[in-house]
């Protein structure tokens, strides 16, 4: 494939789990990557050279931050157009945090340490982006099918969340004049970290039965969506594409 090729793509959490799947989705269709991670460099350095050597003909660079500050998400395409001075074309935002408790138990660091990842860090991603991107630009962030739910417990997680749709309406018409689409995609309960470490057992074991397949959502179930976002689907724009197997629906 070479849907993508000569261009670049910014991937935040772009070496390990969802971000990585995703980022070796975008190299095999071409595209050069920066890819973002907040700690773990031994795993940054591992993923890069595996991408090197399985896609020889793109470049690859990593950069090592925490995304709580405005001025960490300006910095972070300074350093990636300075890597890439020819220019930016996609960015992907895969920065998120989960915590699953009442609403009535949620204390203000919880809350705080919620805000900073999911909703300060996606505002500032999709700013930056809007400000850095060359025309005709794509822009995804990852948000989660539990937005439409209608549930207990994750009320922190989905308020914070929820916030991004919003952003990526206004952008995606602020933008629309120069070409730059703006999406989300909301993914399913996840086979990862994210679940293990929130749910029990028994409860991940009811969201196999509501799902495709009687399974959890995998990141190859996702990474190729966000693919398409940026390429074949560039006619979408403005919009929260939920890929849950029918977890939820809007």
Not at 95 to 120: H, L, Q, R, S, Y
């Amino acid at each position: 494939m070479s849907l993508l090729a000569g261009k670049t793509s910014i991937v935040t959490g772009g070496t390990k789990n969802l971000g990585a799947t995703s980022a070796k989705e975008l190299a095999k269709a071409g595209s050069n990557l920066f890819l973002h991670y907040r700690s773990d460099p031994e795993t940054a350095d591992k993923f890069k050279a595996e991408l090197l050597k399985e896609f020889p003909g793109i470049r690859v660079e990593t950069y090592q931050a925490k995304l709580d500050r405005a001025e960490d998400l300006t910095k972070l395409f300074e350093a990636a157009k300075k890597a890439f001075p020819e220019g930016i074309d996609i960015a992907v935002n895969f920065v998120g945090k989960v915590v699953k408790k009442p609403i009535t138990e949620v204390t203000e660091a919880e809350f705080d340490a919620m805000d900073i990842a999911n909703n300060k860090s996606a505002f500032f991603f999709i700013k930056e982006a809007g400000l850095n991107l060359k025309d005709n630009g794509r822009i995804v962030s990852i948000v989660t099918s539990l937005l439409p739910a209608y549930t207990e417990y994750y009320g922190l997680y989905q308020g914070t969340k929820g916030a991004v749709e919003y952003y990526t309406k206004a952008a995606s018409k602020e933008l629309h004049s120069r070409g730059i689409t703006v999406n989300n995609v909301g993914p399913g309960p996840a086979s990862s970290s994210f679940l293990f470490n929130s749910e029990t057992k028994e409860s991940i074991e009811f969201f196999k039965t509501v799902g495709l397949h009687n399974r959890l959502t995998l990141d190859t179930d996702i990474a190729p969506i966000v693919r398409f976002l940026v390429t074949e689907g560039g006619w979408i724009t403005g919009q929260t594409i939920y890929a849950s197997g029918g977890f939820t629906a809007r």
